[in-house]
C-alpha cells in the first residue's frame, strides 16, 4: 500500500521484480494468497518487510461479513494492519530510518489538509485511508510500501510482534488518554476481549491505582487477573442484573467503591448501562468497543449526576508512547499472542478460523 493504495490493480508483478504476494480478500469467507504488486517508492517512503501481522476483530468481520458499517469490500483487498516489519528501501528524502530498521507501522495515512488533521486530531480526517479499510489495500503481505513518518523504528529490546501489537495497544493508550487516566483515578474496564485486556495495560501503565475488569467469560478474567487486574467480576447478559452487578462491581473496587472512569470495551445495551450506572457523579464513561450502532440506554440517570460520555475513533500520536511502555516494561504484552501462523494458504485460513473462533485465543499473530 501506499499514499494511494487503492483498487485491485495492485494484482501483479512488475517484469523482473520479486513476486510479493500478499492475502487477499477475495468472497465472503475466503481469502487467497495472490501476488501484489506494490505502488513506486515515493521520496517520503519505505519499503517494508513484514515479519509480523495480527489479526483484528474487524479483519474477521471482513471476512465473514464483507463490510463494517458503511465501509463494503467491492473488489478484492489486502487484509490486515497490525504489523511490524524490517525496511528494505527507503525514499530519497527519508534521513530519519535506514535499510535494516526494525519498525512498527501505523496504519492509517490522513490527509494533513483538512480541519481535522490541521486541528491534530488527524484520527478524525474524512480522507484517511487506513490499512485494510476498503477500498485500501492492508499490511498482511510480504512487502508494503507505506510512509516513512508512519514507521516507528524498534528498541533493541522490543520485539517485531511486540512491534504488531502496538496498533491494538494505541487503541487502549488513546482511550485513556480522553478517559483522563491518571495515579488518582480507579477505572472500570467492561469487556476482557483483546482490546478490554489492552486498556487495561494502559490504565496500569498510566498510574491508575486499581483497576477492576467486567466480563461473562472466566477464562478472560483469569487472563485479565494474570495480566494486572486488581479484581475481577463476573457479570451474566441479562439487563435485569445491571443494579445487582453495579453493586458487586463497586465492592470489588474497595473502599468508597468509587469509579472515576469507565472504559466500555464490548460496546452493548448492557455494558453501557452498567458503565454508565456504576460511575461515580463526576466521572466519564469511555466508549471503546462498538458492538451495536442503536442502544437504548440511561441518559437521564447519568445525566443529572453530571458523568461524562466520550467516544474514540482509532488512535492518535500513540506509537512513541507505546513503543516506549514496551521498552521500559510498563506494559507486557506478550502474555496477549496466544497463537502464531506462518503464511502459506492453509496457515492464513486456519489462523483466521483460529481468531474467529475466540475461546482461549487473544491475539493471533502471523510470522512472514
Known sequence: ?????????????????EENMAAWLVAKNTLK??????????????RVRMKAVGICGSDVHYLREMRIAHFVVKEPMVIGHECAGVIEEVGTGVTHLAVGDRVALEPGISCWRCRHCKGGRYNLCDDMKFFATPPVHGSLAQQVVHPADLCFKLPDGVS?????????LSVGVHACRRAGVGPETAVLV???????????????????????VVDVDPHRLSVAS??????????????????????????????AGDIDVSLDCAGFEKTVATALEATRPGGRVCLVGLGHNEMTVPLTSAAIREVDVVGIF?????????????????VDVKPLITHRFGFSQQDVEEAFE????????????FNL
Request: with cysteine; net charge neutral.
Open 1 to 17: 500500500m501506499g499514499k494511494g493504495g487503492k483498487g485491485t490493480d495492485a494484482i501483479g508483478a512488475g517484469e523482473g521484480e
Open 33 to 46: 494468497i495472490m501476488p501484489f504488486k506494490l505502488p513506486p517508492l515515493g521520496p517520503h517512503d519505505v
Open 160 to 168: 517485531l510482534e511486540e512491534g504488531a501489537m502496538c496498533e491494538p
Open 190 to 212: 467492561m469487556g476482557a476481549g483483546p482490546i478490554g485486556l489492552v486498556s487495561l495495560l494502559a490504565a496500569k501503565a498510566f498510574g491508575a491505582p486499581r483497576v477492576v
Open 226 to 255: 494474570s495480566l494486572g487486574a486488581d479484581a475481577t467480576v463476573k457479570v451474566s447478559t441479562v439487563a435485569a442484573d445491571v443494579a445487582a452487578e453495579v453493586d458487586r462491581i463497586k465492592a470489588a473496587m474497595g473502599g
Open 314 to 330: 482509532r488512535y492518535k500520536d500513540t506509537w512513541p508512547l507505546c513503543i516506549e511502555f514496551l521498552r521500559s516494561g510498563k
Open 354 to 365: 483460529v481468531s474467529a473462533r475466540g475461546r482461549d485465543a487473544i491475539k493471533v499473530m
